[in-house]
């Protein structure tokens, strides 16, 4: 998750081809750099070593990592895939399920507990499908590579070194998706050390198997990227004229113009909203052609959890139907 990736959203997870090295990631110069820099944060060099040897390149990382589903498909063809009726059905059972959960979430973080269970929905179908690879494996096989997000991987491996070592579990028994996203989530692992908590207070944050902490996590996520609490997500606008076009910008997900402004080039709104309400303008290719819609803030916080726009949407109409 940090962002262009989600686990479920970023293609099904399927088990791996693994090429097995001698002494795993540490034939790799770069190996002995991220020793000494989490040596320098206190844990133990010959530990992180350990770890690293046992380190094995996953082929369907190299194959997948290149192309997730939200950044190669149409609205038309993604919307399906997370909104349709099972998907809906499965979301109002797990409401049900964790409806004392989800309210303490809407009472104690002021977010929509509608969008916290669309996106659990979206990412892991409701955490039936959490992946399968090893999460060292999975970000160290783009880290330690020739790609031009090696660097990102790479610091997200240090970080999962570092989960590993506050969370004393054995970096090998944890497990995501192909990319290394994780949990009922799918936090990348700076997520995980930033935004995941310990909602029901076991002492632990485990976003594996405790719904709990995975709901709470998610909330937690969007607060701290300030949702507005009981603010608009999203709007369909009517366009007109001549102009509407000119102020079409998907590149921008922050509300950047007013509602009013919009209006002089030919938008408006499907129901009344305040002319100084900011907005960002957005278009996306539907079933049935260009559909125009106006994003506002909260809508620009789902984009934090998955910059993909057809992502957020996705959220945002999965949400309404619960």
């Given at each position: 998750m940090k962002q262009w990736i989600a686990g479920l959203a970023g293609g099904v997870c399927l088990l791996s081809a693994q090429v097995v090295m001698a002494n795993g990631f540490?034939?790799?110069?770069?190996?002995?750099?991220?020793?000494?820099e989490l040596a320098e944060e206190g844990l133990d060099a010959d530990q992180v070593r350990d770890w690293l040897s046992r380190g094995e390149f996953l082929e369907s990382t190299r194959t997948n990592i290149a192309a997730p589903t939200e950044r190669t498909s149409t609205w038309a063809d993604y919307r399906p895939i997370f909104v349709n009726e099972l998907s809906i059905e499965r979301g109002r059972e797990f409401m049900e399920e964790h409806a004392e959960t989800l309210a303490r979430v809407e009472s104690e973080l002021?977010?929509?507990?509608?969008?916290?269970?669309?996106?659990?929905?979206?990412?892991?179908?409701?955490?039936?499908?959490?992946?399968?690879?090893?999460?060292?494996n999975a970000i160290g096989t783009t880290a330690f590579s020739d790609s031009p997000r090696s660097g990102y991987f790479m610091r997200e491996l240090k970080a999962f070194?570092?989960?590993?070592?506050?969370?004393?579990v054995d970096p090998m028994t944890l497990t995501g998706s192909y990319a290394g996203a994780m949990g009922v989530p799918q936090f990348m692992p700076s997520s995980f050390l930033a935004y995941a908590i310990d909602f029901d207070d076991d002492g632990r944050r485990d976003i594996w198997n405790n719904p709990v902490d995975a709901i709470g996590s998610v909330a937690n996520y969007l607060a701290a990227h300030r949702w507005e609490t009981g603010g608009p997500v999203a709007m369909r606008a009517h366009v007109d004229g001549d102009d509407f076009l000119d102020i079409v910008?998907?590149?921008?997900?922050?509300?950047?113009?007013?509602?009013?402004?919009?209006?002089?080039?030919?938008?408006?709104?499907?129901?009344?909203?305040?002319?100084?309400?900011?907005?960002?303008?957005?278009r996306l290719e539907g079933e049935h052609g260009a559909e125009f819609w106006y994003g506002f803030q909260n809508f620009y916080v789902i984009t934090r959890y998955n910059h993909s726009i057809s992502y957020a949407m996705a959220v945002y109409q999965l949400s309404r139907e619960f």
């Open positions: 540490l034939d790799d110069p770069r190996a002995e750099t991220l020793i000494e002021g977010v929509d507990p509608r969008i916290v269970t669309a996106i659990i929905g979206v990412e892991t179908r409701y955490g039936r499908i959490t992946g399968n690879h090893a999460v060292m070194f570092r989960l590993v070592h506050e969370e004393g910008d998907n590149g921008q997900r922050r509300p950047h113009t007013t509602l009013g402004e919009t209006r002089q080039a030919g938008w408006s709104p499907v129901r009344p909203l305040e002319d100084g309400r900011e907005v960002s303008t957005l």
